[in-house]
């Protein structure tokens, strides 16, 4: 009887053949030397080799494929643990938590200005007992998890490793990444809660503490994909969130900590937009000038901190609520771009998301156009197929040296934090996005559906709708749990996160307990509050 083979050795087996549908055979790299046109000075060198303008590592894609991460949460716990067992059913790689508005700025779901918004973005988390209830019967041991989260990213970590713990999990194996990107809220987003240094404070204190308790944890997703929602260009994108690495990794080194014990735990998460070749070459520009940065002006040692790791998304903002069809189209050129220009894990959008959250058909469609580029386009067969294409090595240059340019420009106003607490960097943006909406407006810039090859009728389709019966009984369990947990442990909690937030001492230790101890996310943002007050932005004229 002959042995069965798993879908993953299969799959593997086929990616080993390496040929195209023809029987023409792939050579596992291509170089300017094996097509006879190497020349030294102008060689591009290899993948996984500095500055790593051909990828991070030198097999790529023929040695694993990108993880395939589907960014979902809505409602209540449960209904997203649903959703979640169910595509990681259907083949998904790794989790992605999308939380609600009230989670990501430190509000429990009864506060008054929570009212309406609770589970409507994302999925309510108010404590412990919604973080277990999230990964039930989910072994974190043996799944990646990204949670996009920033001014409550040391609450919701602390909850993660508090689920891990009660599992039974070996958190030296935990693996997987908290956004933790602050600076970007106060540029782009606008889900901040502290002023810049006390929360900058935060970054470097979850930078410090996974670097001992979770080894394997990416401890912060540097985003330029928020910077380019907001309507930025490519070069603006990859300048920015350059910058505002720049500026963690100095606060880390000014924190004490030493840049090759957290370099190697930094990584990236970029837009993937229309345009294939200026987003593959964006991709590349953005590698290459990181190695650069890291080597050059950090002087970092091990090689790993050169390393430009990202999680790429479809962008969102180009989806249109006309003709949503046509969005299954640009998603997949927006993925194939990512992949192209080397990506490390990647979520698809759903073709609903103009209208509203995704419908579990819509979500299916975006997992399996990625599974479709995977197995079906050819394109992980070959390291690094779009290297020596004229056009994107010249996109490539001028997108490394139009970001350099805006990096000085951004070192000549005194740094990041002085350059966003200027509002330059918020300024350049809105200049950005107001050009391209004058474009559309002219038709300059063609939206299919929305400016031109407008549908004489628009056909709906099904749609998701959040029951108001779920932020009802969010509050009630909330209020069962505030009734029912010991409150002088509580108490202590409190007291010694407040005690610790006035000195320089670690904060989470003092979270990790507080939330065993069921606090609040709101309770404990709360306490923070008090310590370090709350940022208020100033209006730039």
């Known amino acids: 009887m002959s042995e069965t083979k798993s879908p993953l050795t ?3 087996e086929r990616r080993d053949r390496f040929t195209t549908p023809s029987g023409l055979p792939l050579e596992r790299l291509y170089t300017e030397e094996s097509l006879g046109r190497w020349d030294p000075e102008e060689a591009l060198g290899y993948p996984g080799e500095f ?50 508005l009230p989670t990501q700025i430190g509000m429990d ?35 990646s998890t990204s949670m996009t989260i920033n001014a409550t990213a040391a609450i919701l970590l602390s909850l993660y490793v508090a689920v891990a713990k009660k599992q039974g999990a070996n958190l030296a194996k935990l ?24 929360a900058m404070r935060i970054v470097t204190d979850i930078f410090a503490w996974c670097r001992d308790s979770l080894p394997k944890w990416n401890t912060i997703s540097i985003s330029g994909y928020h910077i380019r929602e907001a309507g930025s260009t490519a070069v603006q994108e990859v300048a920015f969130t350059l910058a505002d690495a720049i500026a963690y990794v100095q606060a880390a080194l000014d924190a004490g900590l030493d840049v090759d014990h957290f370099a190697p735990q930094l ?22 000038l990181w190695a650069r940065l890291m080597r050059e002006r950090f002087h970092a040692r091990d090689a790993r901190s050169l390393l ?17 069809e046509n969005n299954i189209v640009r998603v997949a050129i927006q993925a194939l771009a990512a992949v192209l220009g080397g990506c490390q894990s990647l979520h698809t ?6 209208l509203a959250l995704p419908t579990e058909d819509a979500a299916l469609i975006a997992l399996r156009t990625q599974q479709i580029i995977a197995n079906e386009t050819g394109v992980a067969n070959t390291i690094d197929p779009v290297a020596g294409s004229y056009a994107i090595e010249h996109l490539t240059n001028e997108i490394e040296s139009g970001a350099l340019a805006y990096i000085e420009k951004i070192d000549s106003l005194g740094g990041m934090l002085l350059a966003i607490e200027s509002g330059f960097v918020q300024t350049e943006i809105q200049k950005a996005a107001y050009e391209y909406q004058r474009a559309v407006e002219t038709k300059e810039q063609v939206v299919v559906g929305v400016n031109d090859f407008i549908a004489e009728e628009e056909r709906g389709i099904p749609t998701l709708r959040i029951d108001p019966q779920i932020e009802r009984e969010q509050i009630q369990r909330l209020q069962a749990l505030r009734a029912k947990r010991d409150a002088n442990k509580v108490k202590v909690a409190m007291a010694e ?43 730039v004229i």
């Not at 973005?121 to 990964?135: H, K, N, P, Q």
């Not at 600076?183 to 006390?198: C, D, F, M, N, S």
């Not at 959008?349 to 103009?354: G, K, R």
């Open 10 to 12: 299969e799959a593997k």
């Open 51 to 100: 500055p790593y303008t051909r990828g991070i590592y030198p097999s790529m894609y023929r040695g694993r494929l990108w993880t395939i991460r589907q960014y979902a949460g809505f409602g209540s716990a449960a209904e997203s643990n649903q959703r979640y067992r169910y595509l990681l059913s259907k083949g998904q790689s790794g989790l992605s938590v999308a939380f609600d």
């Open 109 to 143: 779901s009864d506060h008054a200005l929570a009212l309406g918004e609770v589970g409507k973005v994302g999925v309510a988390i108010d404590s412990l007992e919604d973080m277990e209830r999230l990964f039930d019967g989910i072994p974190l041991e043996k799944v």
């Open 175 to 198: 693996s997987g990444t908290v956004q933790n990107d602050i600076l970007k809220e106060y540029i782009a987003r606008g889900t901040y809660i502290y002023p810049v240094r006390p």
């Open 267 to 288: 990584s990236f998460f970029f837009n993937a937009h229309n345009d294939l070749l200026e987003e593959i070459a964006k991709y590349r520009a953005a590698r290459r």
């Open 308 to 324: 430009l790791r990202f999680h790429a998304q479809t962008a969102g903002s180009s989806l249109t609520a006309q003709q949503p």
């Open 349 to 354: 959008n759903s073709l609903d998301e103009a």
């Open 497 to 539: 996160l407040e005690r610790r937030a006035a000195t320089k001492e670690n904060l989470l230790p003092a979270i990790l307990t507080a939330v065993e101890g069921y606090c609040t996310v709101g309770e404990i943002s709360d306490t923070l509050r008090r310590a370090f007050g709350e940022y208020q932005e100033s209006v």
